[in-house]
């Protein structure tokens, strides 16, 4: 898409802190990180999110993620490492190009990423796995 900034970084036309690159993905440093080495795993192929994203190009990406993580974890000596992929603005996507957040985590980085458990019956369980299964 010729106004999406993620395809226009991904593609080179943006300059950024490149940590990888290869013919299908752009990996860089985010511009707001939430803890030191904060990186955005970008397609070159514009997809607006998840739903929207070859298989091949989703099983790649999340390859490439457990890659990073590795240099990440060697490298910046991280304590722990979140992988972070969101679709829709409710789930907090901003920019409509898919994308994974790789944010390495650090003992007191002041961080609270996650997210607070339900505590649903096992008859609302039971009526969901039904919605899902039908």
Known sequence: MSDCIFCKIAKGEIPSKTLYED????VILDLGP???????ILPKEHAANLFELPE????AAFVLAKKMAGIMREKLKC???NLLQNNGETAGQTVNHFHI???PRYQEDGQHIGFVPGEPSQEELEEVRKEITA
């Not at 013919?23 to 752009?26: A, D, K, M, S, Y």
């Not at 939430?34 to 990186?39: E, F, L, P, W």
């Not at 091949?56 to 099983?59: F, G, H, I, R, S």
């Open 79 to 81: 304590d722990g490492l």
């Open 56 to 59: 091949e190009t989703a099983a």
């Open 23 to 26: 013919e299908n993905f752009r």
């Open 34 to 40: 939430v803890a030191r080495g904060h990186a955005l």
């Open 101 to 103: 957040h790789v944010i």
